[in-house]
């Protein structure tokens, strides 16, 4: 018997073991990469190894056909066809056009792996993301006025006098860590500098706003965007771009909690229970044998077949093709913009919002009934791997509804703010004060940025009870209307009372002092 | 060498295809859904393949004697037992009684597979469940006026005027999206239609309240509940249902935060680090063998055995057996009801509530020291399987003094509430007034509804420092309680202020306006 | 083919139960144990079977030498070296010095295992936890007056009456379920008592503070801490206390929000993704082979070493070693205390805290400079496993950034709190108050508790978009800011309003009521 087992537990080692021993060649440069850094930097370069790129070569990705392919380029350099994507491949990939690309031990590298250099192999994908919301993730927010009170009245520096609160622009370093983390910012070269390292003295070019890995920051190439956001460096992973964590990272919440409503959802309940028995590697990916619940990358982005190999969705790597609302409202859900450049939006009152402060849309900017309709179709057909037609349309029907319903509670809210700035309790953009900077507006920021928000988020994803209650929903969006209508009520009453006592005759009034107007300024 | 591999590879595939191997036969009518079904809906037939109801016959499951029955019924009709269960069996049967019924294809099928389609072998869970609170969940809050006062206070469209904030009562849509999601609401079938399908023109009924997982959902068959709401369609799974992100889907909190309580828990821990070792599916489940630390299902369902196989716990899907006490404080913890219709109930000032504002209990409605005792030592039984009797009666204690002294927390706010209510500065319901639609009244409801019930969960389940105390615990409640009490005192203040200055004469007072009653009204 | 196949089978079913069948003998005394605690307690016997305590000898883990080792004695007493380390080792170990001791079939058994017990085998480590702040949890907060205010503030049991809220000392209880959850309590031995089991009658002790599983409670043997706080009882994992679920049962937030930080960043998105494939008990443990991203374990304790097998990070059970800063803020981020009792530190105002309320540091008490570069050294020397310097030197200039940034704000916070306080809006501790127990100085504790705490520990782990900014970030953070000065603002104008009605003369002003000060109290 023993035998048997000894050979059978090598049969089992050898059978695990075998993708290990089909590694392919790398290239020399790569090679002298490996050489010092599997030492240096043994996490990169141990997740590099078990990586896709480490394990093929483009020459064999070629060769797979259909829908199964991974790499949309229908040529590649021969000189990269047939040793593995290494070190070298792509941080000397486009020399010249990287202005962080430096002298190092003979080779020409830059540091910032940019999508201009991914689309080498992966022009399609490449092509795809800079038509997406995401890649302008930088300049959407930077260029955009009404945003950046919100950031200054938020991330900027607050100095506090007796009668006045007064906010200084956010540091850079600031900016880096909160906002931009996830929007990214230019990376630029501002010089060179020489390090003691472990392998003598070298130099390295300096770079400002790295380390960065947000969606829309700009590289050092003029190219916009990171792959490795979502296929974090260096496994470049499909099985953790598919994974819910991966978009976790900013949809955190409260603003944009994709990932707290998907943990409550049905589909979120079954990814969390059986997703171990899943295969986030397959492509094309094959619902009901691949998966039996949907992930963001599966509604969003994947390209989903049924069990038969047809496609019930193809690949997108410009998401807003999936996309007919914008429900993240500032101030308003709306339909998707055109141009993924939002910037360039003005609404009926000349602000870069998609809504008036009524909730007028600014129509031209934004996709028409049409192209909502047919990108309602192109995600609904993923629906409908698993639930029938009228399950899809009265979950749609609710779904809508709650956009409706909380941009009338939204305009409700918007109307109590504007009777604060109006009465002057409060300094408004119609007086040239920021709309964000002062308590009350808080209140009012809160009301549509997390709860109005997450109503919708949950509408969108089955998220239930909780999430459209009393988890950041309608509970304490209501709590805040009720919260606003109460403070305004009471700071007219008070200002009522106080033109009272002014009006006694100021020989019997001997310690009058002038009224204090109520604002927060 | 080679040769053996080879054979021990075949091995271990076939070993692993082995189940799937065993499929059992499905029946003619099922095979005519799948073979549409399978290409139209691949998600869900490739559920129900990997499904315990696609792996095995009635005949089969009614063969395991013991603990490890999975069946109840006794008797089962013979055209079911030689076949899997599949979709035909659940989908056409007792088509009398479904409203829902509708020919297809030569079928009488229905949309909404109910508990009573269950129980045609599960009739012992069905009848358990139809005991339980969660059964009765659209009734006990639709039958319930003064929780109806809360769910119109939250999901109720608003309206503000200048001085008035007046709530119209929810839409059927915002009711499905938010507390009915839950609860579950009635499904009515309000007609049919004609829908162009993949298989051409098919009628199909049109069916309100739909989608719709509530655990009460009221359905076509007059029965209430849905056993998919936590064995999700269509794995139907054991593990799914033992795994505490099922529960989780309505359990999220702030208002009951269970699953976040059991996370941050050292059950929840065991679970989160060791869970992938365990078998979820192992019937009876053996504590120290399949498991190691309980779920949800662990202490308020499952049948657990110990390693000698003998029963720890009894299998109940009536979960207020286990229950002594209903921490879920609306307004106050107490004795669980005893009956789970709780719109019966009445507190001795006539409301629906299982305590007065005063926090006495309604005694008849609730079960007694004996009742409890006999519930706390089933439930203790199974702590009993890993800690010592001092370790669990000593948290025990620990637990129902955190229910006596979060009510007195409880009784404190309520008093400041009603001292509010009574000077007129909200109006409460003893002049007609909901008690939850004013500002400083959602400050009462957010001391009871998130923060003493959190306390309370984490004290049950050993939760611990963060949801006892920062994470929506005492911090939170005594800070509630402190800014309720700031505000009485300020308008109080204020009222006496106001009374001054319209005591000075007319004539001197020339602008004095009338005063403002302070109410949010 | 058949016979291959149940050979293969076979082959692997062996394979799998290998580890269990080298189980190593047990000592007569804990054959005695298991014998009928296998029966009463299957969770804990079955745990402690697959734990490394019931697979090795200590004897066997002498063998293992250099990095692998995981027992840190060099002598053993002999009687315990050929056996499992079971149920008798530790439960019988030291009886002398331990106050919980009694007689228990024939042996001399004690209930709380403690450090002092573990140091037979783990001398290095229990001494290195001993240097710990959290081995110091319960008298760092039970002896600070400061800390002990804001307990009260939290846990206490509130009275209001119409004019006042006072504030009754925490129960004994309430303190257990509360802070003490975490800090741990002391175990004392309060008598004996004889309890009916399923054994017949049997004498146990009693302890008061028991159950306990508190970082710093104090034992029966007068030790300090518990080991099971981490490496739970009773597999005493490695793998459990390396995954983040562990750390998260006390760190859950919002006052420290690692786990969640953690759970956001890329390191944690990493770890969500992948950990399936990583080796949690290796030892030592290879970055790039058994893991690829950290937990928290990697940072602050485990050996760590590169794939040539060189150390990156010594073991430390004295997290302190690799903390430079304190972060969580009570009031300001400081320089780490030099001493883990934190208790004797005294700021220039006296008061038991690492700053001033101004943040000047009480320099004598906390580490300088060059230990603050030695300890960053140590932390970076992980961080650069995978990442160069220049993103490593960059990431902590901003996390430093990010300290001086909220400690700034902080500053600013407690400026206003400091006016409200000097205008006797509040009383504060100037006056011989408590700073925590009126609802403004909640709010003051929100700012830095909640807010700062959790913009820092997002910038030290790269947290990222949300929990800088929306998650209980600078949103909330200037938020809070705002409403402390439009509070302040309007009571001090409201103040100077009643003022000036105390001014008319009294012959007029008929029904002035005497002013009210404003203050919560």
Redesign the interface.
Known sequence: ?KL?????????L??TQAGLADSPPVSTATQECLDCH??????????WE?SRHGRTTPDEAMKIAGLSNKISATQIPNELKSHAVGCAECHTANPKTHKDTFEHNGYTVH?VVTPQDCATCHPTETKEYAGNLMANAYHNLASNEFYRALEK????????Q??S?S?AAP?A??K????Y???GTPIEVTGMET?E?DAGKLK?P??SG??N?GVGRINPDGSKGSCTACH?RH?F?M??AR?P??C????????VPSYKVY????H???Y???E?EWDFNAVPW????DF??PSCATCHISLVV???GEPIAKRTHTMNDRLPWRIFGLIYAHPHPIDPDTSRIRNKDGLQLPTGFDGEIAAEYLIDKATQMKRQQTLQAIC????????VS??W??FE??IA?TN??TK?AT??MQ?IWKEGFATGPGKGGSPF????E?KWSDSW??YANT?RF??AM?G????????N???QL??T???M??WY??R??WR??????????PA??????PA?N?S?R
Request: net charge neutral; hydrophobic share 35%; with cysteine.
């Open positions: 018997m048997w087992n000894v050979l059978a537990i090598i049969g089992i050898l059978f599997g030492v240096f930097h043994p996490g990169i370069v141990g997740d078990k540091v009245s938020i991330t900027g520096t607050p100095d506090v007796d009668s609160l906010i540091t370093h600031t880096a860590e909160t906002c983390f996830c929007h390090r390292t390295f300096l770079l790295w380390p890995q974090t496994r992973s099985e953790m994974k964590h991966t976790m990272g900013c949809h955190t919440g409260p603003d943990s409550a959802s049905k979120g309940n079954i969390a229970s059986h171990k094959t619902v009901g044998k039996s619940a049924n069990t038969d409908l791997s698993c639930h029938d037609s009228s399950w009265a979950h029907s609710r509804h709650s319903q009338a509670v409700t109307g109590i009777h900077d002062e308590a009350i808080n940025l997390f109503v949950s509408a089955g239930g009870g909780d999430y459209s209650v009393f988890a929903g309608y509970y209501s709590a209307l009720r919260e209508r109460d009520a009471f007219k009453s009522e009372s106080q033109a009272a006592q002014r009006a006694i005759p019997l009034n001997r310690n009058a002092s204090w109520g927060a």
